[in-house]
């Protein structure tokens, strides 16, 4: 920055003579500020004259609008002599009163600590007692707050206040009624510990009202020029139902009552939601938004079944053929990847707004998912290499690997013991283990070439996080 295009500050010094010690402290700031910062100190060392009206100077420099601030340097002689309205602090005291308190000078008049008591209170008068200091008292943590003394005459703060964007309109909007999804998960809480005999059912309870706030997500739009905006808007509403959908998850993994017909039934009427109901006008990408919550619940649930060890439910999903009308044309099976979906609709938000995403949709996958982050990037590539040794004719592409911080998937590692191979063995479509070691070695050669990219970022075969050679070779 030019700093010519800056006013230069003007500050004048009021304090007390109350040793030379302190008068050498307060000339040694003002040749600081001065010479070391550039700021036009007045002082009464070399700005009040001989022959001049020491009242008269004060009350000018008090009074003037060319002084961007007073600095009133505290210290016991100066809190001793203002309070007692002695001196030529008293006088000062009694010129600088009104002005600091009149609305017009607010900001102009800044108590400085130089001295602190035995108890360490600092020594303020009366007048400017309830004023914000700057405490320079201490040598630890003098540097810190000059630097706050000199942003304050700058008029350069360290925390800007940002400036003002839109109105949250959409809060105004009608809201996805979660209210009977959450409160179906307290029932559940109550039932784990009280009745778990009652989950089946409320389970079932909960996964229809769910599917009744997702057919309140849909929307009409007569604009498709912004589609992308009634999109986003319809992924933020989800996020309750989202968290909510987690929480069904995880109590009926702890109660043992989970069951993958009801998710496969659930999967299939959710995504009837992605086409229109009735007759009528629409565009195809006004369905997004619920794609990406199908694409989004299915990777929690994998998740959690994950976490939890829960490899027979796993099993079922993976292969199980879904009740989905899915065009002749386009070449899909009815098996789990017609829930991931490419989304037009953000990626034409991406480059419409600018965002330079990678993938908008991995992003926001990845921010809903906050701590649960790498846990959900692990699921979804897992995903893609249970579907991909099943020889699906379209591809799981797992966008959210983009985002993987670390080289580990615990999964994998864990094939090294036999037992864990056994458990889960059908998810590599194998029967035994040998047949787990080739499955991967098979995947690695057909997938080395036409491997998942994303600019300079490769998804690595499932044999980088497991040698072959050591699966089922411990106990």
């Not at 499955?439 to 997938?447: G, P, T």
Request: hydrophobic share 35%; charged share 30%; net charge negative.
């Amino acid at each position: 920055m030019n700093n010519k295009t800056i006013k230069r500050p003007k500050v004048f010094i009021s304090y007390c003579w109350t040793s030379p010690e302190h008068e050498e402290w307060v000339l040694d700031l003002a040749i600081r500020l001065s010479e070391g910062n550039g700021i036009e100190v007045v002082l009464d060392k070399w700005d009040l004259k001989e022959g001049q009206d020491k009242y008269a100077f004060m009350e000018s420099m008090v009074t003037s609008e060319e002084i961007d601030r007073v600095l009133i340097i505290c210290d016991s002689g100066y809190q001793n002599k203002a309070d007692k309205r002695k001196g030529g602090v008293g006088d000062e005291t009694q010129i600088i009163t009104p002005n600091v308190y009149s609305e017009s000078n607010q900001e102009k008049f800044i108590p400085i600590v130089a001295e602190r008591d035995k108890e360490e209170n600092p020594f303020i008068p009366a007048y400017v007692k309830n004023r914000i200091y700057i405490d320079l008292s201490n040598q630890e943590t003098f540097e810190e707050n000059y630097e706050k003394l000199l942003r304050n005459i700058m008029k350069a703060p360290k925390h800007k206040k940002p400036a003002l964007g839109e109105l949250p309109m959409y809060l105004f909007e009608e809201e996805v009624n979660h209210f009977k999804t959450r409160h179906i998960i307290k029932q559940m809480r109550n039932a784990l510990e009280r009745n778990p005999e009652r989950l089946k059912v409320m389970g079932k309870k909960f996964l229809d009202n769910f599917l009744e706030s997702v057919e309140k997500l849909l929307f009409t739009i007569e604009d498709s020029q912004k589609l992308d905006d009634e999109v986003k808007k319809g992924i933020d509403k989800s996020l309750p139902l989202k968290d909510d959908f987690i929480q069904y998850i995880e109590i009926l993994i702890e109660a043992n009552k989970l069951e993958s017909e009801d998710l496969i039934d659930f999967f299939e009427k959710m995504f009837t939601y992605t086409k229109p109901l009735n007759a009528g006008r629409f565009y195809p990408l006004q369905f997004d938004h619920i794609k990406f919550l199908i694409h989004e619940t299915v990777l929690y649930t994998f998740l959690y079944l994950i976490k939890y060890d829960n490899y027979d439910i796993m099993a079922d999903l993976l292969d199980a053929d879904y009740n989905i009308d899915v065009p002749p044309y386009s070449g899909r099976d009815n098996d789990l990847t017609v829930f991931r979906n490419h989304l037009e609709s953000l990626e034409n938000r991406n480059s419409r707004l600018g965002l330079q995403k990678a993938n908008l949709q991995a992003d926001i996958l990845i921010e809903r998912a906050g701590k649960l982050r790498q846990e959900l990037i692990n699921a979804d590539i897992l995903l893609y290499y249970f579907l991909e040794l099943r020889d699906t004719n379209s591809v799981w592409f797992p966008i959210t690997f983009i985002h993987k911080e670390n080289e580990n998937i615990k999964f994998l590692q864990r094939l090294k013991s036999q037992r864990y191979c056994e458990k889960v063995k059908y998810l590599f479509n194998a029967k035994n283990i040998e047949e787990i070691k080739d499955s991967l070695r098979s995947f690695e050669k057909r997938n080395f070439e036409n491997n998942i990219r994303y600019g300079f970022r490769r998804l690595s075969s499932p044999t980088y996080y497991i040698n072959v050679e050591e699966i089922g070779t411990k106990n």
